[in-house]
């Protein structure tokens, strides 16, 4: 009887990192109030439990796991550059990430040759976004050119762009791009995030209700701006 043989196929996913920070406590109570706005945000999406800046004992990471775990959040793995191994009631131990480096290219006596333009990643939608639809698209940037509503949310690697009245949560440089901006023509959101940083509806300027505005990080805050 001849044996079946395995087959292996190599798949790559865009997950979450959450990052936890001391005091614990405070952070987790952050957590709540992303959650409290944002319900069922995490829900069937992997998330990774960065702690290269907690650096807690390995005793201390079943508890957070588990409080995490409380509030519907699932880790299916870990990445510590501090820790080399994690017991079997814990999430693996996540092994070969990747991180961008630019460096300065090397000066060259031979002119530059010009290169063919980068094809757009951008993604247009047409038509509304109606209310407890989800836009995914963590290759660029999000330009919806009519109106997105209440319980609605866009995910975007780069910017995000809403021609009409912006409701629900914008999320943009999902992928970990500080330089990402949101706008929108009218703003009526319940949440804006950018690179993780974000911003609630009760935590806005009243000038910026109702109006033309740009969401976008400075020194680690994100700020929101009427557009003139």
């Known amino acids: 009887?001849?044996?079946?043989?395995?087959?292996f196929r190599a798949r790559s996913f865009v997950a979450f990192a959450l990052v936890p920070e001391a005091p614990v406590d405070e952070w987790l109570k952050g957590v709540d109030r992303w959650i409290e706005n944002s319900p069922g945000f995490f829900t069937g999406r992997p998330v990774v439990l960065d702690l290269n800046a907690l650096k807690p004992e390995v005793s201390q990471i079943g508890a957070l796991v588990a409080q995490l775990a409380e509030r519907g959040i699932r880790i299916y793995a870990i990445e510590s550059k501090d820790i080399a191994e994690l017991g079997s009631?814990?999430?693996p131990l996540l092994i070969g990430a990747r991180e961008a480096v630019v460096e300065e290219p090397a000066a060259s006596a031979e002119p530059a040759k010009a290169e063919e333009p980068a094809a757009s990643t951008s993604l247009i939608i047409e038509d509304p976004i109606r209310s407890g639809q989800s836009v995914y698209h963590p290759q660029g940037?999000?330009?919806v050119l009519g109106s997105a509503g209440f319980g609605s949310e866009i995910i975007a690697g780069g910017s995000i762009h809403v021609y009409g009245t912006l409701r629900g949560?914008?999320?943009?440089?999902?992928?970990?791009?500080?330089?990402?901006?949101?706008f929108c023509r009218r703003n009526e959101a319940e949440l804006l995030a950018v690179d993780g940083w974000y911003r609630i509806a009760e935590d806005m300027e009243p000038s910026t209700r109702g109006a033309a505005i740009q969401a976008y990080l400075d020194e680690g805050a994100i700020l929101v701006t009427a557009l003139n």
């Open 1 to 7: 009887m001849q044996n079946t043989p395995l087959r």
């Open 89 to 91: 009631d814990l999430p």
């Open 141 to 143: 940037d999000v330009i």
């Open 169 to 182: 949560r914008a999320i943009a440089g999902a992928s970990g791009n500080r330089h990402a901006r949101i």
